[in-house]
């Protein structure tokens, strides 16, 4: 491979990767990440059981996984469950 496809390629997996990172923020931004919306408690993580009353809300977390071709959107507590994908189509 060439210097100059290494830099392109390394140049798309970024802009990828910040595309993945800014819909998983924006994902994330509507879910009730302030506070459990049943009982209140402050430490309230989407998709994890709260501590508190024991809800859990229905869309978990959004994070940002890797993949051969790109990067996946997935929910935190199944990985299987991909939000979005976003891939290089160059490689």
Partial sequence: MRETDFHR????F???RRCAQE???AFNEKLPSDMCPKC???SHVPGLTC????YKHTSAWAIVRD???GYDV???TSRRTIYASFVV???
């Fill in 23 to 25: 819909f998983a923020a």
């Fill in 9 to 12: 390629l390394c140049a798309a």
């Fill in 67 to 69: 993949t051969e071709f």
């Fill in 74 to 76: 997935v929910a935190l």
């Fill in 89 to 91: 189509e160059d490689v």
């Fill in 14 to 16: 970024e802009t990828q």
């Fill in 40 to 42: 209140t408690e402050s």
């Fill in 51 to 54: 501590v508190a009353c024991g």
